[in-house]
């Protein structure tokens, strides 16, 4: 009897050690409401947010303000990217009668982006000081829920991990050989490669293909799969690789990278065959994987492809959410950003859900590709009947003015209530149209819907209209 009430006795101790400890914390003042880990797309969106909300608001960031995407992803390789779409255009304009040469200044062409990449940035920087947002630089530790250490240590009620991804190295003999580059110096080198070697055939190998192929470089692309781009239909993978192939890029399919030998030989196998293939460059892209550095004291439950959270962005620790690549789900810059929204509403008291059906996708080659919602075989599994409609472009007036006559539109519905589920398109302008996409799945229209919708003529989205009157079987320019 002595011993159960000496136990009880313990038990009662330790809980008033326990709320006193809690309450004690609540009374000590904290640094900041939150701080942000990442100052890239997703850290700071989610910061100014904050920072309207009224919340005293920290971000720590290691490198530049912008993350990735400003510095050396999305933002830089654009630049590069209408580089190419200038070169196909001016090779392309003897067709409507205009002759024209040109020549490559690479060094000019550096400056160019680095011009755009530092007025973002700056950007960035503008938008923390006028939201009273604190900067600070250094890699940030956490020491416990509560706490991390930069130059010195921090506290916050809460914290928004948005430290993004970092490239994936492959375990390949010679992988860290001179001469091989990853997408993050893809855009330092000082001359055109005569032939380069693109390891990965995904959207930042096809970018890089696309770019360097139109700038006047050899391209050789080898990917371990069977089809290019295995999230679309096959309709769209076959067109882009017919697309790839006119231009002369070598596209190797279904092939493994063994080994990079000295010289830059690239040793790969294909249907049971050795091949090897001599270069001055090979460029590494099979992908990113989440930047998980310094959480380690919160023990957070993790899988293999990063931290976990629940649909409110949080993380198994209550007041700290996590958003973008370092999640480990789709690795976009504007999926980052939603989710810090997400994450700041949920901090801020709301009930706010991320809702991810209907997120733009976009391929930057020539021709663009995008897509949204479910490819035909995943609506085909989720609701047995659909409907497709399809538009070419070689049908599509304002396609045929600028010469771009490549690709399609695809719209996929379910065929109860014919609600659009999906869209990919392969063609000119393909990323800014995608949007007609994003509304209707988003908003649940249907085919009728989409085809009632006056659609301005001649433009590259009224292929939207027609694809739907082709999936409701009453097409008008479709033979």
């Given at each position: ?280 460059t090979v460029l590494v892209a099979v992908g990113r994987v989440a930047n998980v ?56 008291g709301e009930e706010k859900e991320a809702d991810l059906n209907a997120v733009p ?119």
């Open positions: 009897m002595m011993k159960e009430g000496f136990l009880r006795l313990s038990v009662e101790i330790n809980k008033k050690i326990n709320q006193a400890s809690i309450h004690s914390k609540r009374r000590i003042k904290m640094d900041y409401d939150v701080i942000v880990l990442g100052g890239g797309p997703g850290g700071y969106t989610a910061a100014i947010r904050l920072s309207e909300l009224g919340k005293k608001v920290a971000v720590v960031e290691e490198d530049s303000l912008g993350g990735t995407c400003l510095n050396r992803g999305c933002i830089p390789t654009k630049v590069y990217s209408h580089a190419a779409e200038l070169i196909n255009a001016i090779k392309d304009a003897k067709d409507f009668g205009i002759m024209a040469q040109y020549t490559l200044d690479i060094a000019k062409l550096r400056q160019k982006k680095e011009r755009v990449v530092k007025r973002l940035v700056g950007g960035v920087g503008y938008l923390m000081n006028l939201h009273h947002i604190d900067v600070i630089k250094g890699r940030g530790r956490f020491v416990d829920e509560n706490t991390i250490e930069v130059d010195k240590r921090y506290t916050a009620e809460n914290f928004i991990i948005a430290t993004g991804s970092k490239v994936f190295l492959p375990p390949i003999e010679g992988i860290n050989s001179e001469g091989v580059i990853t997408s993050d110096k893809a855009l330092e080198l000082e001359r055109i490669p005569e032939k380069i070697v693109i390891i990965g055939a995904g959207i930042i190998g096809l970018e890089f293909a696309n770019i360097y192929s139109a700038l006047g470089s050899k391209v050789v692309i080898i990917e371990m799969l069977p089809q290019l781009l295995p999230m679309l239909d096959r309709d769209i993978a076959d067109t882009m690789e017919k697309i790839l192939r006119h231009k002369k890029i070598e596209l190797h399919l279904n092939s493994k990278v063994e080994k990079i030998e000295e010289g830059l030989k690239v040793v790969y196998t294909t249907e049971g065959n050795t091949r090897v293939v001599e270069c001055d550095n310094g959480i380690e004291a919160l023990n957070l439950d993790m899988d293999k492809k990063g931290i976990k959270v629940d649909s409110h962005m949080r993380t198994s620790i209550k007041n700290i959410y996590a958003i973008g690549d370092v999640t480990g789900g789709i690795q976009l810059a504007h999926v980052a950003s939603y989710q810090g929204i997400v994450a700041v509403h949920n901090i801020a996708n976009c391929l930057y080659t020539s021709p663009e590709i995008a897509w949204v919602g479910l490819n035909e075989v995943q609506a085909r599994e989720k609701f047995g009947d659909v409907k497709i409609g399809t538009f070419p472009y070689t049908a599509l007036g304002r396609a045929m003015t600028m010469g771009q006559n490549d690709g399609f539109v695809k719209i996929i519905a379910e065929a109860k209530y014919n609600r659009v589920v999906g869209m990919e398109i392969i063609g000119a302008g393909a990323t800014e149209i995608i949007h007609e996409g994003v509304l209707a799945i988003k908003e649940e229209f249907t085919l009728e819907e989409l085809a009632d919708a006056i659609h301005a003529h001649p433009t590259l989205s009224e292929s939207v209209k027609e694809a739907a009157e082709d999936a409701l079987g009453m097409p008008i320019n479709k033979g």
